[in-house]
Structures are given as C-alpha cells and as structure tokens.
C-alpha cells in the first residue's frame, strides 16, 4: 500500500482508536472502521501528482443507521477534531465526505447508486445489472480494520463474492462480441476505406475490451480506468505476464495505413502486415485458453463472436 494509506493506517492505530476506546466504549465494538471507498489512496495508487487534490490523512468510521441516531453525531464532532489536527491536512468537502463517520446504508449506496439493502445483505439481479464495474471496484477496495459487529464487512464480501453466475456470463458475452467487432471485424473494414479515425476508435474499444475481459474471467472488478491497466498488471504478474504486455504492446501500437494500400477487404484473410491485427490475434487466443479454462468452449478458434452464442446457450 501507498504511504498515505500507511498514515491513515497509524492514524486510526495510534489516535482513532484510542478515542473511540476512550469515549466510545460502550459502543466500540458497534463501529466498524477501514480506509476504502474513492480516492486513490484507497487502491494503493496515490503517488506525488495525486496530492494536488483531495489528499490528506483520514479513515472511514461505518456505522448503522441507528447508531447514528444513538451516537452518531457526537462521534463525528470527536472524529473530526483529530483529523483537523493532523500535519499536512487541508481535507477538502469532498476528502471530509470520502472519509469520517457514515452510515454502512450510505457508504455503499452512494458508490453503488442504488438504494442498498445492507441490512438483510442482499441484491437483487436486477440490482447486479445495474452495477457498474468500477463502481464495484470501489466498493471493495482498501481494508478494514475492524468489524466486530460484522454488517459492514459482510456487504462487502457479499460483492467480493462477484456476480452472479447469469450476470457474470452476460458480461462476458459482451466483452468478446465488442471485442471481436471492433477489432476482428471493423478495424480492417475502416482501415481498408482509409478512415483511420473510426479505426483508431476502433482499436480504443477493442483495447478496452480485451482489459474488461481479462477481469472478467479472473473474477476482478475493474477499476477506474485511469487504473486499469496497472491493476491488470499487478493480477498478470501473478501468471506470466503475457497478457499485459500484450495489452501494453497493442496500446502502444500505431496505425499503418500503407499496410492497407491498395489491399481489398477480404474478410477471411487477415492482414498480419498490420501489428494491431497481429496483436489482436494474440489477445485473442490468450481469451480463448481463458475460456477453455472456464470450461465455456473445447475450441482454439481465435474468432470470439464464435463464443457469443456458445455462452449464451448457458445461460
């Protein structure tokens, strides 16, 4: 984790929790408190450039909406007299919002943006088709100190436990028909035309694709995508790290139109002179492996609309 992170950390080891012993008591074992939520910070990905806006030293103090009414305020007033006297701190609304004292109800629902049922701990399907992966992605992040009472951290590892199985697969449905439409499909039509920005449009959706699908198949939430990649990275690392430097090598990749010059569409040649077709070829058959794996198909056919129908007949 990141040095903010580790402050917040002795924040609430040396300070915090001492004064919710101290004037809490009765109620310590009723407050559940962590680092999680928005923020860099929360992920571990806050360096020097992250300090120019919403930084500073603080936790997450979660409690129930009737403990708020019981104590809620007076553990606020307290919790914000020691943040405001940490060195450096110059919490902005928005930081003072991210952290301090707040509802298990509230935490979840304002990242999640829908009305959560922390109580009987439970989502609908029609709740987890709504959820956004990001958004899923924050919701879980970071770490929690302490939970005596448990309602917190049992939400949390109700999303930890990823979606269900009909949703997970309609995702991944998506992810490989996005994919294999925007760069098995339109990238050579665009780039045959010459219309190099619907390509470049083309290789972006692709690119993005084939990241969501990495996360997909390994059960992950994705982040914000200013992250996801360095997340991707850090879960590939843990494998051979083929995949993300795929990944990286097809981001970098640049556009040839002279590889297309005065080539006619073929829809069943690929043009391997062009290294966003050769990479994509590549990602594509790392998807495959993946799906074979997941026990989705027994094919090696690198074509991923092929898989679209298969899932869905599992569904």
Not at 179 to 206: E, K, P, W
Not at 270 to 282: C, G, P, Q
Not at 297 to 307: A, F, W
Request: contains cysteine; aromatic residues 12%.
């Amino acid at each position: 984790m990141s040095d903010a992170f580790e402050n917040s950390r002795r924040f609430y080891v040396n300070q915090v929790s001492k004064m919710i012993h101290d004037k809490f008591g009765q109620y310590e074992d009723r407050i559940a408190v962590g680092i999680a939520g928005e923020g860099s910070d929360c992920f571990g990905y806050d360096d020097f450039m992250s300090r120019d806006h919403d930084f500073g030293t603080g936790v997450c103090l979660w409690i129930t909406d009737e403990d708020k009414e019981l104590f809620g305020n007076d553990l606020k007033r307290e919790y914000d007299e020691l943040a405001k006297k940490q060195p450096g701190n110059n919490l902005t609304r928005r930081l003072s919002d991210r952290r301090g004292v707040m509802t298990i109800h509230d935490f979840y629902s304002n990242i999640l943006g829908i009305d959560c049922n922390t109580g009987d701990c439970m989502l609908t399907e029609r709740d987890w088709r709504t959820l956004d992966y990001t958004c899923l992605a924050t919701a879980v992040n970071g770490d929690v100190f302490r939970d005596d009472l448990g309602q917190f951290s049992a939400f949390r590892r109700l999303l930890l436990d990823y979606y269900p199985d009909s949703v997970w697969k309609t995702h991944i449905i998506n992810e490989l028909h996005r994919f294999s439409a925007a760069l098995q499909v339109n990238y050579a039509r665009c780039m045959t035309r010459g219309d190099i920005v619907a390509a470049r449009l083309c290789h972006t959706q692709g690119l993005e694709a084939a990241m969501e699908l990495y996360f997909l198949m390994n059960r992950v939430y994705a982040p914000y995508y200013k992250w996801t990649f360095r997340r991707l990275e850090e879960l590939d690392m843990i494998a051979s790290g083929r995949y993300a430097a795929l990944i990286k090598e097809l981001a970098a990749a640049d556009m040839d139109i002279s590889c297309w010059e005065g080539r006619e569409y073929r829809p069943n040649i690929l043009n391997m002179d062009d290294k966003i077709v050769m990479l994509t070829e590549r990602i594509a058959g790392c998807i495959v492996a993946y799906l074979r794996k997941l026990g989705f198909t027994d094919s090696q056919d690198p074509y991923l609309e092929k898989y679209v129908d298969e899932i869905i007949k599992s569904l």
